[in-house]
């Protein structure tokens, strides 16, 4: 893949999202990663708080992150790809509001 273009960015870009995307996702992060302390609940949990003192408020919080998490991944990967592609048209300005091409 040449990474000379933004197109080459953007499959590496994707590539990269999916496998991450997927792992986190589907629970199956690597202990590598685990180690590392890149998942959801080791970023966050100073704002979960400790499950043995306050079981209830530690689960509600963690479905809401999750939940949000994952709710947020489709525009984080376009609003990305937006950025590394701009070839790709994705995003533009109009006015200082970012709007998607293909509604205008």
Same mark, same amino acid.
């Given at each position: 893949?040449?990474?000379?273009?933004?197109?080459?960015?953007?499959?590496?870009?994707?590539?990269? $999202?999916?496998?991450?995307?997927?792992? *986190?996702?589907?629970?199956?992060? +690597?202990? *590598?990663?685990?180690?590392?302390?890149?998942?959801? +609940?080791?970023?966050?949990?100073?704002? $979960?708080? #400790?499950?043995?003192? #306050? $079981?209830?408020?530690?689960?509600?919080?963690?479905?809401?992150?999750?939940?949000?998490?994952?709710?947020?991944? +489709?525009?984080?990967?376009?609003?990305?790809?937006?950025?590394?592609? +701009? *070839?790709? #048209?994705?995003?533009?300005? *109009?006015?200082?509001?970012?709007?998607?091409?293909?509604?205008?």
């Amino acid at each position: 893949v040449a990474m000379e273009t933004g197109l080459g960015y953007a499959v590496l870009y994707t590539a990269v $999202f999916l496998i991450y995307g997927s792992m *986190e996702v589907l629970g199956l992060m +690597p202990q *590598e990663l685990r180690s590392a302390g890149i998942t959801l +609940p080791s970023l966050l949990s100073r704002w $979960f708080g #400790d499950q043995s003192v #306050d $079981f209830t408020v530690y689960h509600i919080r963690r479905t809401t992150a999750t939940t949000l998490l994952h709710v947020c991944l +489709p525009l984080a990967y376009c609003v990305g790809l937006g950025l590394l592609a +701009p *070839e790709l #048209d994705m995003v533009c300005t *109009e006015q200082g509001v970012a709007v998607c091409s293909t509604i205008q």
